[in-house]
């Protein structure tokens, strides 16, 4: 991926830690979530129930649907366990100057597990 694939998205300071962030980016719900100095992405619904993840809960490196709780991997997007089967697309994030830049293009399975690390998008779907 090149620097021209990734939208600016937020300041980091913008993320709380361990809280889930809905953004509707270019008309794609995302869900970022900050761990610390990482940042992940995912899309932002349930693949069981086709519900926001962004107001489930964050725990560890997972984020659990509030419908039926189901949890995906953070990572990967890989639930681990039903009734969720199928994983959420997850997407690449880089941090650039304290800065939030994602990819819309999903991550493949071979690079899923890589952390999220972001044109120009605040959480809230504004244009800066």
Same mark, same amino acid.
């Given at each position: ?10 300041? @980091?300071?913008?993320?709380?830690? !361990?809280? *889930?962030? +809905?953004?509707?980016?270019?008309? %794609?719900?995302? &869900?970022?979530? $900050? ?38 991997? @953070?990572?990967?997007?890989?639930? !681990?366990? *039903?009734? +969720?089967?199928?994983?959420?697309? %997850?997407?690449? &994030?880089?941090? $650039? ?32």
């Amino acid at each position: 991926m090149t620097d021209d694939d990734y939208l600016r998205v937020c300041a @980091l300071d913008e993320l709380p830690d !361990s809280e *889930p962030v +809905a953004a509707d980016i270019h008309g %794609t719900s995302i &869900v970022l979530v $900050r761990k610390s100095d990482e940042v992940y992405a995912l899309y932002d619904e349930c693949s069981h129930a086709a519900v926001a993840l962004s107001e489930g809960d964050v725990d560890d490196c997972s984020i659990e649907c509030w419908l039926h709780g189901s949890t995906f991997d @953070l990572r990967t997007g890989k639930p !681990s366990g *039903p009734p +969720a089967t199928t994983p959420v697309p %997850t997407y690449p &994030v880089e941090l $650039r100057g304290g800065d939030v830049y994602l990819s819309l293009k999903p991550k493949t399975t071979e690079t899923a597990a890589e952390p999220v690390t972001g044109s120009h998008a605040t959480p809230e779907g504004n244009q800066q």
